[in-house]
């Protein structure tokens, strides 16, 4: 095989791994190829295009230029030096890249849109609008441009139409593929479908890419933690339960059920199609349906129920369907003290939670915007005489358990360290971090062995595969537990300048090899 042969080969071969989203091993071809040939502008545009897939713009910047240097009226190398300046700020230079590809081919839709991206970020939203349009002309099909379009209408102040040009771009992505299929690399083991609940259209407008690749609880964080190890497919469970959907969706090793709130599950009337969905695979399933009903708020109360060393706060359901404001105050006070908690069935990370101190307080939640039905939880101060609440995460793999992070604040609903105030709460009080690396070090040590026992009594009864258990020990050694589901992130959330320690997350990522890697080793 001569050089030109040995080129082609590796250049054909870089194209079919673009295709299968494998864009490492596709860039090692065309590289391969270029060494060959070094003056190829399609090789060089191919590595541009590829550095842009990867988000490595500075890189894909340079491949443009070189190509450019070769053929300077290639009006796909000026279109990839107007991506990768778009997605660099450098909306001016874009946008004269953009007059530069356009001026050898007026009819390039992705140009088209590049150019609305770039005055879209200069806030130059009419002039945006018209490139869009533009963009669309020559090509209706593509659902990015679309996406665009809603973003522009939105800045314009034109919400109907935004939200309407939003959905439209949503169903047409969808029409034309259901999933979302996650960068490829050689060294992952299995490929793993992510069942994602449907997504809440609101005034984020994220993408489809943004609402499957950074969905919800820990699903969401296993594609930058184990990328390397697994291949994640993603989509939605209202799509993959249509039968023409269902088809395009590929064959996975094992599934990972990520529509996981019990409540909504059964709100939507359909558990015995999504069971049949996942089961219709034939593969390893994590969280399987049938799991995760039982794991309701009020259900896993019960589920704990006469656990030694463990104090579940009673949760009870009710309904204010048929009763007065006054009768439903009674019915709440002849099982419950104050303080209380009112929350609603499905929500997470504190929303819909208040707590209830006293008969007007319990009045006013009911008055104001409270849901047909509601839980009611025994609030429980497990601080003794410290000055912080506190809220301890231990992750759930299997049989493995991993204490992940330790909250604190002076006030009774803790969230994570994602917020400025947050961040100054932890930097105000640094020893709490200092307490949170030895909790996580030596669990043992810093809670005590009942503790743990009962944590792992916790687990046992619990029949999620994967999940996240918050709770407390009181300095008597009592268990306090809070909630168990799989409605949580697993991995730190925190910001970089209060993290939990990485330790845990290291812990954490080799429990999930562990456990992803049996589940394709069994079969």
């Given amino acids: 095989m001569d050089d030109f042969e040995a080129a082609k080969q590796f250049f054909l071969e870089g194209l079919n791994l673009l295709q299968a989203n494998n864009f490492r091993a596709a860039e090692t071809q065309f590289a391969r190829s270029l060494e060959i040939i070094p003056d190829r502008v399609s090789t060089l545009n191919n590595l541009s295009a590829i550095k842009i897939k990867l988000k ?13 240097a070769l053929e300077d009226k290639s009006p796909e190398a000026w279109s990839n030096l107007g991506i990768a300046l778009t997605a660099m700020d450098r909306q001016e230079e874009a946008l004269q890249a953009c007059d530069r590809a356009l001026h050898g081919n007026p009819s390039f839709p992705r140009v ?17 609008l018209l490139a869009c349009d533009r963009a669309i002309t020559l090509d209706s099909s593509q659902d990015e441009i679309l996406y665009i379009k809603s973003l522009i209408l939105k800045e314009l102040h034109r919400p109907e139409e935004a939200h309407n040009i939003y959905r439209k771009s949503l169903e047409m992505r969808v029409a034309s593929s259901p999933v979302f299929i996650g960068e490829r690399c050689a060294t992952q083991k299995a490929d793993a479908l992510i069942i994602n609940p449907n997504p809440a259209i609101d005034d984020s407008f994220r993408s489809f890419e943004q609402l499957n690749r950074f969905c919800l609880n820990f699903p969401g964080q296993l594609g930058d933690h184990l990328q390397e190890d697994f291949h994640f497919t993603y989509v939605f469970v209202g799509d993959a339960t249509r039968p023409p959907a269902r088809k395009q969706i590929p064959q996975p090793d094992f599934v990972i059920n990520n529509h996981v709130n019990g409540e909504r599950i059964l709100s939507e009337g359909n558990l015995s199609g999504f069971i049949g969905l996942v089961d219709s695979f034939g593969v390893p399933v994590v969280n399987h349906p049938t799991k995760t009903v039982p794991t309701t708020r009020d259900l896993s109360a019960k589920l704990l129920d006469g656990i030694p060393g463990v104090r579940v706060p009673r949760t009870l359901r009710f309904s204010r369907v048929g009763k007065t404001g006054e009768e439903l105050v009674h019915e709440i006070e002849d099982q419950y003290d104050y303080p209380l908690i009112t929350r609603t069935l499905t929500s997470q990370e504190g929303k819909g939670m208040t707590r209830v101190d006293s008969r007007d307080a319990l009045v006013a939640v009911l008055s104001a915007d409270c849901p047909e039905k509601f839980f009611v ?119 970089e300048e209060v993290p939990s320690p990485k330790e845990a997350d290291d812990c954490l990522k080799l429990a999930f090899q562990r456990y992803f890697t049996s589940l394709v080793t069994r079969r």
């Fill in 56 to 68: 490595q713009f500075a890189e894909a910047e340079q491949f443009a230029l070189k190509a450019i």
């Fill in 112 to 128: 088209w849109l590049t150019r609305a991206m770039a005055l879209l970020n200069l806030a130059r939203y009419d002039e945006a």
């Fill in 377 to 495: 939880t025994e609030f429980v101060d497990s601080r003794g005489g410290n000055k912080f609440f506190r809220k301890i995460r231990a992750a759930i793999v299997k049989d493995e358990i991993i204490i992940v992070r330790v909250d604190y604040d002076i006030y009774w609903k803790i969230y994570a360290r994602k917020s400025d105030e947050r961040v100054k709460f932890y930097l105000d009080n640094a020893h709490l971090l200092d307490q949170e690396k030895r909790i996580c070090k030596d669990p043992e040590a810093g809670l005590g062995r009942p503790a743990l026992q009962s944590l792992r009594a916790i687990r046992d009864r619990i029949p999620l595969d994967v999940f996240g258990v918050d709770f407390d020990v009181d300095p008597d050694g009592l268990l306090i537990f809070y909630e168990a589901n799989a409605t949580m992130n697993l991995f730190s959330t925190a910001r």
